[in-house]
């Protein structure tokens, strides 16, 4: 009797561990696939008393002209290279990317995003954050969804400054006269414009200067203001990422780039996708692209007016992909959206400015610097002191295995989720900011 209950005891262990054998490979394969999980939320009699206590936000209920109005009217803007009424598609992301015509890119998650199209993208995940309230005075922040980059898009070219200016006063105007800006005057306020912080700092009221004028309004200096590039001479700004061309819905599509990306085999040292600039007396775009140009270990993609490779989401993703540091001189200012495609695709940024990332990003990357950068003086290029390829070839494999293991890491934080998810499944940008948001308003009460 006993040799037979052991015969049914070991069998029925055997196919108890074969069918969790099983479930395991099948988890494991969707996982590698990118396909997205959702569990089981926990009984409401297991839930804290107020998981929102001081993460509340309040977001005002703006007359469309301020939002939505802006998108129908796109097809104003004057903009040479792309056609932005096709770019506030999929809430602000963008044309869906058929990602089995690019090899590169994982099962889902990519569109063709234009960076200009963040007010549209941070509104639409702001609907969906966890803790919003209808009731102003529990509040901890108040979100203003006006849609000031694209605003700023449609009237910039052959606009009077009168037009530029015009929606921007409408805007203080209707704010301050709403019970809800009394309590702190505006200081517990915050919007996203997204643009660098110069489009909005227009000194003199002149039509042949650039950008209108938001940013020096009394008001809006008040207020908390998100753009991709900040002031360092205002307190209120603050920098978050370029929208980047990945939006994963879930954390599973998320992790499986990241596996990716982390195992992709890196031909190329270095690699650089831009333009020279010119007009810019400063600019070591000249020099870096001469450098690259030279080496064997060089991947060059030379952008230029009109169409090129650099506005093809995966010629830009597969030359970062398979390069090992992506090299990030400044531009027409001192940030980049390549930044973060080129981390986006685990390749090590290397800076030649500290406000390119080290002084803007205070929010998002690690403060030990060489944790996941390069450093390289724009003195030392433009005087020709230094070789890109000399210092980057003197990294062991350990040392760039660190820098990418910490980039990889920083991924998820580094773009913006899929805003049509009711909940990505980890903490993206916009969770990055929104927390950012309430503890600059915290610190202003106390």
């Given at each position: 009797?006993?040799?037979?209950?052991?015969?049914?005891?070991?069998?029925?262990?055997?196919?108890?561990?074969?069918?969790?054998?099983?479930?395991?490979?099948?988890?494991?394969?969707?996982?590698?696939?990118?396909?997205?999980?959702?569990?089981?939320?926990?009984?409401?009699?297991?839930?804290?008393?107020?998981?929102?206590?001081?993460?509340?936000?309040?977001?005002?209920?703006?007359?469309?002209?301020?939002?939505?109005?802006?998108?129908?009217?796109?097809?104003?803007?004057?903009?040479?290279?792309?056609?932005?009424?096709?770019?506030?598609?999929?809430?602000?992301?963008?044309?869906?990317?058929?990602?089995?015509?690019?090899?590169?890119?994982?099962?889902?998650?990519?569109?063709?995003?234009?960076?200009?199209?963040?007010?549209?993208?941070?509104?639409?995940?702001?609907?969906?954050?966890?803790?919003?309230?209808?009731?102003?005075?529990?509040?901890?922040?108040?979100?203003?969804?006006?849609?000031?980059?694209?605003?700023?898009?449609?009237?910039?070219?052959?606009?009077?400054?009168?037009?530029?200016?015009?929606?921007?006063?409408?805007?203080?105007?209707?704010?301050?006269?709403?019970?809800?800006?009394?309590?702190?005057?505006?200081?517990?306020?915050?919007?996203?414009?997204?643009?660098?912080?110069?489009?909005?700092?227009?000194?003199?009221?002149?039509?042949?200067?650039?950008?209108?004028?938001?940013?020096?309004?009394?008001?809006?200096?008040?207020?908390?203001?998100?753009?991709?590039?900040?002031?360092?001479?205002?307190?209120?700004?603050?920098?978050?990422?370029?929208?980047?061309?990945?939006?994963?819905?879930?954390?599973?599509?998320?992790?499986?780039?990241?596996?990716?990306?982390?195992?992709?085999?890196?031909?190329?040292?270095?690699?650089?996708?831009?333009?020279?600039?010119?007009?810019?007396?400063?600019?070591?775009?000249?020099?870096?692209?001469?450098?690259?140009?030279?080496?064997?270990?060089?991947?060059?993609?030379?952008?230029?007016?009109?169409?090129?490779?650099?506005?093809?989401?995966?010629?830009?993703?597969?030359?970062?992909?398979?390069?090992?540091?992506?090299?990030?001189?400044?531009?027409?200012?001192?940030?980049?959206?390549?930044?973060?495609?080129?981390?986006?695709?685990?390749?090590?940024?290397?800076?030649?400015?500290?406000?390119?990332?080290?002084?803007?990003?205070?929010?998002?990357?690690?403060?030990?610097?060489?944790?996941?950068?390069v450093f390289i003086a724009e003195d030392e290029v433009r005087r020709?002191?230094?070789?890109?390829?000399?210092?980057?070839?003197?990294?062991?494999?350990?040392?760039?295995?660190?820098?990418?293991?910490?980039?990889?890491?920083?991924?998820?934080?580094?773009?913006?989720?899929?805003?049509?998810?009711?909940?990505?499944?980890?903490?993206?940008?916009?969770?990055?900011?929104?927390?950012?948001?309430?503890?600059?308003?915290?610190?202003?009460?106390?």
């Amino acid at each position: 009797m006993a040799s037979s209950f052991s015969k049914i005891s070991a069998s029925h262990c055997f196919w108890h561990v074969t069918f969790l054998s099983c479930i395991f490979w099948i988890a494991a394969y969707f996982h590698r696939a990118g396909f997205c999980f959702t569990s089981r939320s926990p009984r409401p009699d297991t839930l804290p008393a107020d998981t929102c206590s001081g993460r509340y936000v309040y977001v005002h209920d703006l007359p469309s002209r301020f939002n939505s109005d802006i998108l129908f009217d796109y097809h104003n803007v004057n903009i040479s290279y792309t056609n932005m009424c096709r770019f506030i598609s999929n809430a602000g992301l963008g044309p869906a990317l058929n990602v089995s015509n690019i090899g590169v890119l994982s099962s889902s998650g990519w569109y063709a995003t234009d960076p200009y199209a963040l007010d549209l993208i941070f509104h639409n995940r702001m609907k969906r954050y966890e803790c919003l309230t209808t009731n102003s005075s529990l509040a901890s922040a108040i979100f203003v969804p006006f849609y000031a980059g694209l605003d700023f898009g449609r009237y910039q070219w052959d606009y009077n400054i009168s037009v530029r200016d015009s929606l921007s006063l409408d805007l203080v105007n209707w704010l301050s006269s709403k019970p809800e800006w009394a309590p702190m005057g505006g200081r517990d306020h915050f919007m996203v414009a997204g643009r660098t912080t110069w489009d909005f700092r227009r000194f003199k009221d002149e039509d042949n200067l650039w950008g209108n004028k938001l940013l020096l309004l009394t008001h809006t200096m008040n207020m908390s203001t998100l753009v991709f590039e900040s002031s360092p001479w205002d307190s209120n700004d603050f920098a978050i990422p370029y929208p980047t061309y990945f939006h994963p819905s879930c954390y599973s599509v998320l992790v499986s780039w990241q596996d990716k990306v982390r195992s992709s085999e890196r031909q190329w040292l270095f690699s650089f996708a831009g333009a020279p600039r010119l007009n810019r007396k400063d600019s070591i775009r000249g020099e870096v692209i001469e450098q690259c140009r030279a080496s064997a270990k060089c991947n060059l993609m030379e952008c230029g007016s009109g169409l090129s490779e650099c506005h093809s989401p995966g010629s830009v993703m597969s030359l970062f992909e398979t390069t090992t540091f992506c090299l990030q001189p400044q531009g027409d200012t001192p940030t980049r959206r390549s930044v973060f495609d080129s981390m986006v695709a685990g390749c090590v940024p290397v800076f030649f400015h500290p406000r390119t990332a080290y002084d803007q990003y205070t929010w998002y990357l690690p403060r030990e610097h060489d944790r996941y950068s390069v450093f390289i003086a724009e003195d030392e290029v433009r005087r020709g002191e230094v070789s890109i390829e000399e210092v980057l070839s003197g990294y062991s494999e350990e040392q760039v295995r660190a820098m990418r293991d910490e980039v990889v890491r920083l991924i998820p934080r580094l773009i913006y989720g899929d805003p049509r998810s009711r909940s990505v499944g980890f903490k993206d940008a916009f969770d990055v900011a929104v927390e950012g948001i309430l503890q600059s308003v915290a610190k202003i009460r106390r």
